[in-house]
DNA sequence: TTTTTTTGCTAACGAGCGTTAGCAAGTATA
DNA sequence: TATACTTGCTAACGCTCGTTAGCAAAAAAA
């Protein structure tokens, strides 16, 4: 039926499509129409390949929380280095994930309240334990003198308020490549801008 | 008819419901018949005050950019002061406007875009503008020698990120008041974490 | 070959959407 | 008092929504 056979399933395909239209135009404001056509089908035609609108957003949210815990456990694996190392390389490990699907990571940050119970519990339960990691850190390094902070847990959310940002700006296409930005946020964050 | 008249006029009143619920669910999963519900109405009374759905919108958003206008300016308008110190006035106005309506605040960081032209483009247009006067602060003081960035466009974006992720964790029971608030992520984000 | 599975279509369902028309009662103005 | 304005109601408009049923053709499996 097809010409050529595609290369991703259709599956992935209607997932990276209605990732897209979710991250421009939000999930309540997204069409099931919509999909189908910037998919090239017709309406009824995605539910041979797709249980309903919101378990794509379920397996988008939840994929990325995965990819967002492998990225960060793969840099905070060697324990022995100094803490503030493994923040710093944990800071990069972020915005990799970011910068590798901005549409996805947009909806994992802001498009979950969609979820319906109890999918938007686990949810957040998910993101809460995500965030405790780099309250963790922060926790650990200051313990330790290597970092200098009065509240760790204020410290941890203003780091990835830095990080998870930058969906709304980032270019794949712009002057700075992803291990730039993610050098140039680490450096700032640690550092600070006062002279 | 209405037993105690209410303090607020009936228009106040919707929008600052309207707010309230795009703030929670979104803009477009809010109904007009669910505003109409919370604010103890039928659906089709709402339009003896209202325009359209979309009009509280361009209300909000547009308010709060005022706001935020006025008090940056407010907190920049003594000139002969550092730039630091202008720049730390400016992140605490800009946190003051944040916490005195968190709903408000985050339907004009989230939901503008469901604006349609031109507003929308009237809106992105006085976001750019607001965002370019802390730039501005932060190019001037890095060549007043009292900051210290190697890009002041990535610092800016970072700075402003850090700020507009707390309407999503600011609670104003809390136990940090909105000045401590202010105060520590100006102290973060212009000192750094690192020792 | 026959059978089964996959993929897609058309047509339609019930429901909810934003919004409007027409009307009534209350309130303010004259 | 008469007049106008404000506020709210009920009912309904045309439309879009997510989703389903039923069917046909292609692809894969037997």
Redesign the interface.
Known sequence: MTALPPTRSRKAQIDGTATALFHA??F??TSMRELATAVGLEAGSLYSHVRSKEEILHRVCFGLAEEFFTAFDAATAATQQPV?QQLRQAIEAHVGVLTRDVAASSVFL?EW??LSEPARTEFVALRDRYEAGFRAL?QQ?TAA???????PV??A??????????PT?YRPDGR?SPEDIAH??AE????????
């Not at 959310?157 to 930058?166: E, Q």
């Not at 964050?189 to 006062?194: P, R, T, Y």
């Open positions: 135009r939000g309540a404001a503030a802001h309240r969609h922060i390094g003198g290597e970092l200098r902070c009065p509240d204020f410290a959310l203003t780091l990835l308020a830095s990080l998870n940002w930058l700006w700075l140039r946020l700032q964050l640690l550092s600070g801008l006062a002279n």
